[in-house]
């Protein structure tokens, strides 16, 4: 039970500013907030299937659209950035819901006393948020309005590694609910940094990337080859790019551009998986840190109206058509 209260506090804590809608009655009705039981694991533990890590308990808010009499609605993982949940994902949410299909925003961060891993990515395990996800769609594959058939994956710079990694048939073998699988994977940003063993096998579900051509945190060259290379394994995958487009373009408002000179940059490193469960630098050849040479500070984020609203409309065709049921 009290780990229940936890994570219902968590929840509760950024559902704060919903509370200035008029009706509390009407948006309590369509909210729920979820705990979700997960691990804690280290790099070599998620890539060699050892499960043996700390128990942890996160939060999820899942919200349905007003007024909705489906019996069973189509659903968005959505998965927050290395700055944590934000004003930005909850209009995405909006988006959704004005669209008839139900958000559960993930908190993975509060349950393990972080608030921030934009200064030091060490502070959390690159492939905890995707145990995360998997977690995700099991709650919500057995909820009694939800579709899980049409269950989508979307995720934001460190969440959108997760939406696109999310869907290597390796880890969904290690660590994926049986007989449930994402309908699509869309990957805001995401920094395409790291190959792993066998990461040309995925799902045969949409895989769909959206990527500015400015971003100095997570260079656009490095997910177009990677693109280019799961279509050579005639994978459904592609990207988009916005011509001038920094990172977070999707960001509320037009705010111009602002640099981060604390923001841990990992953009100029090549990493590979040389070894199942080992990391390395692929220019030394020793495994990977956050003190490597290649490792900067500073990035550099700005809202781009035009590339927002053109990848809002990709994504609400994308969500809209392809999360029916598939044969």
Known sequence: MRKILIATALALAWAQPSAADPSLQDLAARTELRPIETLTLSDQQFLTGDKNGKATMIAGELR?????????????VLLHGSGGPSGGHELWVKHFNEMGIASFLIDSFSGRGLTSTSADQALLGRFNM????????????????????????????????????????????????????????????????????GDEAVTDRPIRLFHGTADDLAPFERCRAYVERLR?????????????????????????????????????????ERSEGQIV???TG????????????????GADPAAYRAALQAVKALVGTESRPKP
Not at 245 to 261: E, I, K, S, V, Y
Request: aromatic share 10%; proline share 7%; charged share 20%.
């Open 232 to 272: 050579r394994a005639d994978a459904d995958a592609q990207i988009t790019a916005y011509a001038g487009a920094n990172h977070q373009f999707d960001r509320p408002g037009d705010a111009g551009l602002r640099h981060n000179p604390r923001e841990q940059n990992v953009g100029r490193c090549v990493w590979e």
């Open 64 to 76: 349905f659209p007003q007024g909705a009499s489906s019996p069973r609605l189509p659903a968005v």
């Open 130 to 197: 995707i145990l995360d996800a998997y977690r995700g769609v099991d709650i919500l594959a057995a909820h009694p309005r939800i579709d899980p058939a049409r269950i989508a994956v979307m995720g934001f710079s460190k969440g959108g590694a997760v939406a696109l990694y999310a869907a290597l048939t390796r880890f969904q073998r290690l660590y994926g609910p049986a007989g449930v699988r994402f309908a699509e994977h869309i990957a805001f940003y995401a920094p395409c940094l790291v190959t792993y063993i």
């Open 281 to 283: 630098n692929r220019d």
């Open 286 to 301: 020793q495994p990977v840190s956050f003190d490597d040479a290649c490792v900067s500070r500073g990035g550099t984020f």
